[in-house]
């Protein structure tokens, strides 16, 4: 059964840098998307990249995706504190359900 | 255009007892989801419904179940509740399933002692 998967479990930079999130998954997909939750609180969506797509942006996000490897990963530029967050990619698991995994919990130091 | 919002934010039950969790849904949206995210999880999907009917279910008990109104707003159920079903209950709204973007609400927090 489909489930998404993140990579590191937990990340620590400073403010400013860059911060990578990979994310694979089980069965092909026709989309994939990603979310944001912060502290235990709902799951915002950041982005839904087509499997038609190889790199879709928004502001600072950048977000990539290779079905051959099925994987994605997420890419946050110039981090500010305020990106301290859990990140989860989201591949659907059949027409009606995401399926999430741990998420990476991403810590930005000012 | 109102978000969607969950009640209660926060709610402490006993062993064995039944609660009830309630999910109004963005305005528009006609399709409702619920998932369960225990301490240091991912969300897990429990059910969905789509126009009133429950539109598919994930790994959970019959005693977990749901409803949704005419106005698109959803319960979530649980009976005999255990020790395990502490987690953070997730709700989320959609113009459709999984392929679609989800509008999650904050949450409701629920204790089983």
């Known amino acids: 059964s489909q489930q998404g998967e993140e990579d590191p479990q937990a990340l620590s930079i400073q403010e400013g840098e860059n911060a990578t999130m990979n994310c694979s998954y089980k069965t092909s997909i026709n989309n994939l998307q990603w979310y944001r939750q912060n502290s235990g609180r709902g799951l915002v969506h950041l982005i839904l990249i087509r499997s038609n797509e190889r790199e879709k942006h928004s502001g600072r996000l950048r977000v990539t995706l290779d079905t051959s490897k099925k994987s994605s990963s997420l890419l946050i530029t110039a981090s500010r504190a305020a990106d301290t967050a859990s990140y989860f990619c989201a591949p659907p698991g059949g027409n009606y359900k995401l399926t999430f995994g741990k998420g990476t919990l991403l810590t930005v130091n000012p | 255009e109102t978000g969607v919002t969950q009640s209660p934010t926060h709610l402490i039950k006993t062993r064995g007892q039944q609660v009830t969790l309630r999910c109004s849904s963005q305005?528009?949206?006609?399709?409702v989801s619920w998932y369960q995210q225990a301490l240091g999880q991912g969300p897990q999907f429990i059910f969905q419904y789509y126009r009133e009917e429950e539109n598919g279910r994930g790994n959970f008990p019959p005693r977990f179940s749901g409803l949704q109104f005419p106005n698109y707003s959803s319960e979530l159920n649980v009976n005999a509740l255990e020790l395990d079903d502490s987690a953070l209950y997730l709700c989320a709204s959609s113009l459709g399933g999984g392929e679609r973007e989800q509008f999650f609400g904050p949450g409701t927090r629920l204790t089983v002692l």
């Open positions: 305005s528009g949206h006609n399709t």
